[in-house]
Nanobody, 117 residues
Framework: VQLQASGGGMVQVGDSLRLSCASS??????VAWFRQSPGKEREFVAS????????YLIDDVKGRFSVSRDAAKNAVYLQMTRLKPMDTGVYYC?????????????WGQGTLVTVSS
């Protein structure tokens, strides 16, 4: 499964960005977004089940980010609003087999988000 993450960029505090994760097989997998901020370990940010029925966001982004998927476009999105400098980092999308409850098997290449004050 090849995942293509895109949509990153350099924005100001309070701006919005939408990240996309595309793959021809993505509709068959649970998908998550992770980020790695400068000097920190990669962290989980959000996830959506293969059918979009279950989503999860970490507390730091609740109320600002949302995760969704468009089956017709074979894509999963991370909509980010009211961005903060702490949101700066490389964002990765990852996929895993539904119900596996295991580690994410497939990873995209990452897209850089820079939030400046």
């Amino acid at each position: 499964v090849q995942l293509q993450a895109s949509g990153g960029g350099m924005v100001q505090v309070g701006d919005s960005l939408r990240l996309s994760c595309a793959s021809s097989a993505i509709n068959n997998y649970d998908v998550a977004w992770f980020r790695q901020s400068p000097g920190k370990e990669r962290e989980f940010v959000a996830s959506t089940s293969f059918n979009g029925g279950a989503t999860y966001l970490i507390d730091d982004v609740k109320g600002r980010f949302s995760v969704s998927r468009d089956a017709a476009k074979n894509a999963v999105y991370l909509q980010m609003t009211r961005l903060k400098p702490m949101d700066t980092g490389v964002y990765y999308c990852a996929a895993r087999t539904p119900g596996s409850l295991g580690t994410y098997e497939f990873w995209g290449q990452g897209t850089l988000v820079t939030v400046s004050s």
